[in-house]
């Protein structure tokens, strides 16, 4: 396994067209999208304090450095819609040695409660399946978060009964690997 998921690691094995939107590796023209979702305080309620500016374009430019890397540690993903920046989507962590991958989402304001969030999340769900083979994927969420828990629920994760911010999908190996 751990030689196929350091193999499977490349950030364009990430690049995924759904009904409505492309996944695709996050690239430099969207440092905007990047400013706009880490540096607003309503955006960041459940996930920490935003960044100052200055410290959110650091944060950006390290998160491209970190796409470049074959295995990519960590992997920051565009959400685009009809050729608008929607949000991102990521891989936090994977590892080859616990078989597990972490993934998390933001979206812009506009985009909220159209379904988008299902949309992406199922479709990064599939595709870490796929290259990932045998994959644990993992959620962690501030419980209070009614909207994302009701997202991880939906796109199959289950409770994880000794840790309340912790969510699971156990592997799915009707999907072959890619």
Not at 5 to 10: G, L, Q, S
Not at 57 to 83: C, D, M
Not at 123 to 152: C, E, H, S, T, W
Request: glycine residues 6%; aromatic residues 10%; hydrophobic residues 45%.
């Amino acid at each position: 396994m751990n030689t196929d998921w350091h193999k499977a690691a490349v950030a364009e094995n990430f690049e995924i067209t759904t009904a409505r939107l492309l996944i695709r590796p996050l690239a430099e023209q969207d440092l905007q999208l990047y400013l706009d979702l880490y540096t607003n305080a309503e955006t960041m309620v459940f996930v920490g304090e935003p960044l100052p500016p200055e410290q959110a374009t650091h944060s950006f430019e390290v998160a491209l450095r970190l796409n470049a890397k074959t295995p990519f540690k960590r992997l920051f993903l565009t959400i685009v819609e009809q050729g608008r920046c929607a949000g991102l989507c990521a891989i936090n962590q994977w590892s080859s040695e616990t078989g597990i991958a972490e993934v998390g989402i933001m979206l812009l304001r506009p985009w909220h409660g159209q379904g988008y969030a299902t949309e992406a999340l199922g479709a990064l769900i599939q595709r870490v399946q796929q290259q990932f083979y045998g994959a644990v994927i993992k959620g962690d969420l501030d419980p209070n978060n009614q909207a994302a828990v009701q997202l991880v629920l939906k796109t199959g994760f289950q409770p994880d009964v000794h840790h309340a911010r912790t969510y699971w999908v156990k592997p799915n190996y009707a999907i072959a690997p890619l």
